[in-house]
């Protein structure tokens, strides 16, 4: 559902869920693969797309069981495992569109990619959550479809391009869940929130700008942003730090620009609790503002349930899968390391039995 106003009375402190949502919106940028042309690589002709698990990573799920988590049992190096049934799952979408379209069409692909991905999951036993950061030109299974909107099957692309079939809203966003839990062998996504690249000069004002220290060469896309120097961020200078890859000559791997993402959230969160004490207002605002470019599943009282836990449990890490990129025929490719997913996939969502 597109969010609609919050009242006071329905949302909670909501510092960790709007910076993680508005970091989101900030990174998705337009890097034109929407042109694409469809490549014949289509592995399924139909429903079937259960994700292939690696030799060492063998999942069994008990066709009895009651739970979507009881008895999903795996194989993993020698040692039997099982699914957690004590988190929660929560996938932040950045699109690299500007504005929502005021109501979802009934064509069967939009202008819309997932450029940044972030899957939060919620450790509700030891009251800790971590972030993992997907890489948007991760190669992996999306979900195909037809001129008439019929599925098709899995074809491998960039995972940002899961986004792009459908209206650009609640079936896109289901879509973008698919790509992401296939590529971490069926994990569950519990919830998802998807935001705009036009929330992240407007949420960085509300916060009374972020100060980073410049790493990258800006020369010739922002010279206010001087490699070396700590920068105080206003308005689209802080979408420009968030956003900016194929302008820079050092930077077309995507990897360079990860690193400022994560380097954006930690100094947004310290200035989000500064806004906090400040302004005992600021979350009822800053819906308010965010709300016209955010579409998600959850309803206000799941929102205000995991806006809590932001705040109640301690963050871990922000979790980066390896692999490598490549140059492919038109656009950057990055293949994750198998083995390392495994064992961050086991560590994450399983335990052993």
């Known amino acids: 559902m597109k969010m609609k ?3 006071k009375k329905n949302i909670g ?13 900030g990174v998705a940028v337009y890097t034109h693969i929407r042109d694409y042309e469809d490549p014949s690589g289509v592995t399924s002709e139909g429903p079937a797309e259960s994700s292939p698990a690696a030799p060492t990573f063998q999942q069994t799920v008990d066709p009895d069981s009651e ?7 795996i194989l993993y190096d020698g040692v039997e495992y099982r699914y957690r049934d004590d988190i929660d799952t929560l996938l932040v979408i950045g699109t690299d569109d500007f504005e929502l379209e005021q109501e979802e069409t009934s064509t069967h692909r939009n202008n819309s990619q997932s450029d940044l991905l972030l899957v939060v999951v919620f450790d509700n036993t030891n009251k800790t ?3 993992i950061q997907i890489n948007r030109d991760t190669m992996t299974g999306i979900r195909k479809y037809d001129a008439y909107g019929q599925y098709v099957g899995i074809v491998n692309l960039q995972i940002a391009l899961s986004h792009t079939y459908g209206t650009g809203g609640q079936d896109s966003c289901r879509d973008t869940v698919y790509a992401v839990s296939r590529l971490l062998y069926d994990s569950d996504i519990n919830n998802y929130v998807s935001v705009t690249m036009s929330a992240v000069p407007i949420f960085n004002d509300l916060v009374g700008g ?3 220290l410049i790493e990258d060469n800006f020369e010739g896309v922002d010279d206010t942003l001087v490699m070396g120097q700590t920068v105080h961020l206003q308005g689209d200078h802080a979408l420009t730090f968030v956003r900016s890859r194929m302008s820079m000559t050092d930077d077309a791997t995507n990897i360079a620009r990860m690193r400022r993402q994560r380097t954006y959230i930690v100094a947004l969160m310290e200035a989000l609790g500064e806004a906090f004490d400040a302004d005992p207002d600021f979350e009822l605002r800053a819906f308010s503002a965010l709300s016209d470019y955010m579409v998600t599943d959850m309803t206000t009282d799941r929102l205000e349930e995991l806006t809590d836990r932001f ?5 871990e890490a922000i979790i980066v899968p390896e692999g490598t990129s490549v ?5 950057m490719e990055f293949y994750v390391d198998e083995d390392a997913l495994q064992a961050m996939v086991v560590d994450t969502f399983y335990e052993p039995t």
């Open 210 to 212: 972020v100060d980073v």
């Open 67 to 73: 739970s979507p988590t009881a008895d999903r049992l």
């Open 13 to 25: 402190m909501a510092a960790a869920v709007i910076g993680v949502v508005v970091l989101a919106a």
């Open 5 to 7: 106003k919050l009242s």
């Open 327 to 331: 140059e492919g025929d038109r656009f």
């Open 311 to 315: 705040n109640e449990y301690g963050e």
């Open 129 to 131: 959550y971590r972030i």
